[in-house]
């Protein structure tokens, strides 16, 4: 089993920044990916970032120039800088961790985001 463990989270206005942190445990030899997520209510959960284990990353277009994706595979972490929040970003951001093994595809428990206008 993996365990995904997020922080950072929470309230700020716009413009203001947040970290987001997610480290995972337990049988992590089989994850090759780290992502973010977010989700708003009634809306599907959207990819907002992501690392390999080759050393690539993905930032979704809608965030590119605010945000940035960092940590390693090797290392179990991922973190999301969010610089220049807007309201819009106002959502639950979940960490996932995948990989080619059957069955690893693990989520965290989420961490709600909240930008005030």
Not at 23 to 46: L, N
Not at 80 to 99: H, I, R
């Amino acid at each position: 089993q993996v365990q995904l463990a997020e922080s950072g989270g929470g309230l700020v206005q716009a413009g203001d920044s947040l970290r987001l942190s997610c480290v995972a445990s337990g049988d992590t030899f089989c994850i090759s990916v780290m992502s973010w997520y977010r989700q708003v209510p009634g809306k599907e959960r959207e990819m907002v970032a992501s690392i390999t284990s080759g050393g690539s990353s993905y930032l979704s277009d809608y965030v590119e120039g605010r945000f940035t994706v960092s940590g390693g595979i090797a290392e179990n972490t991922v973190y999301l800088q969010m610089n220049s929040l807007k309201p819009e970003d106002t959502a639950v951001y979940y960490c996932n961790a995948g990989g080619s093994c059957p069955g690893t595809d693990h989520w965290g428990q989420g961490t709600q985001v909240t930008v005030s206008s």
